[in-house]
């Protein structure tokens, strides 16, 4: 029962005008003191509450000495309410957009929490209409890889760089095997993760192991272009490393101080 009283609360009845309702579902006609009692509804609210009722149409005066009241039935009510939320969401749709002004560019919503952040993540996929780009870590691909695959069976292009993830692939896939996971999470402090959408909309997330997610989601051109170097380039150098070898790579900036600093973030003297 709470839970229909939790679904006819979402539809704007409040938890009296539910058991009120609910009650003359059951026992019906009824006069105002015997829904009181069978349904809990103080007394001094009743007459409050069936107003209200009265009002959305849910129940109606059966003529009498005293007046009763009766429900209307329950399939009428539903559909009802639909028609009416359906009204009221075309009216918004049109008369909100026209309102609607547009959004500076430069605006930067931020996300905190692992669960939004996947939301989020998911969504801007799922918004996408010509390409994505990605750089995700394993933890985070089984969420976000059912959306990947939906849009590249629509025919879109999916570009991605994968942490941790040997036998996944998304797209044109790239595995960040030229430096250890741990190595990567240890520079950025913990799992940079960058989901990009039609060169126009990115989300630049942190994942952390023992600690919820933040993420900041914009439609800057300047930081949609900064995400989609930073995963060209990782690809490139990927490429790079498998051309030229590992041993040879990691040689050439382990014996550099400043490369060895711009790779792990830390400096030497």
């Not at 539903?78 to 075309?90: G, K, M, P, T």
Request: proline share 4%; aromatic share 8%; hydrophobic share 40%.
């Amino acid at each position: 029962m709470e839970d229909i009283f939790k679904e006819l609360q979402k539809l704007g009845f409040s938890q009296y005008e539910c058991k009120a309702y609910v009650s003359l579902l059951k026992h019906s006609p009824m006069t105002g003191y015997e829904i009181s009692k069978r349904s809990s509804v103080p007394r001094s609210m009743i007459y409050e509450v069936l107003g209200k009722l009265l009002d959305k149409g849910a129940v109606y005066i059966v003529p009498s000495d005293p007046v009763n009241y009766a429900p209307l039935p329950a399939k009428d009510l539903i559909s009802r309410l639909r028609l009416n939320f359906e009204h009221s969401f075309d009216f918004l749709e049109k008369n909100l957009s026209i309102l609607e002004s547009e959004q500076e560019v430069d605006t930067i919503h931020r996300i905190s929490g692992d669960e939004n952040v996947l939301a989020e993540m998911n969504s801007l996929i799922m918004n996408a209409q010509e390409e994505i780009w990605l750089s995700v870590w394993a933890p985070q691909i089984p969420f976000i890889k059912e959306a990947v695959l939906h849009k590249e069976k629509d025919g879109l292009s999916v570009t991605s760089i994968l942490f941790g993830a040997p036998d996944t692939s998304l797209g044109y896939t790239t595995h960040h095997d030229y430096m250890s996971p741990k190595v990567a999470e240890e520079r950025t402090n913990g799992r940079l993760t960058i989901v990009a959408r039609d060169n126009e909309e990115v989300i630049i997330a942190n994942f952390f192991p023992a600690t919820q997610g933040w993420a900041i989601k914009t439609q800057d051109p300047a930081l949609v272009l900064v995400a989609l170097e930073y995963i060209g380039h990782d690809i490139i150098f990927a490429a790079l490393t498998n051309e030229i070898g590992e041993q040879r790579v990691e040689a050439l900036w382990r014996e550099n101080k400043e490369l060895l600093r711009v790779v792990t973030g830390k400096r030497f003297k």
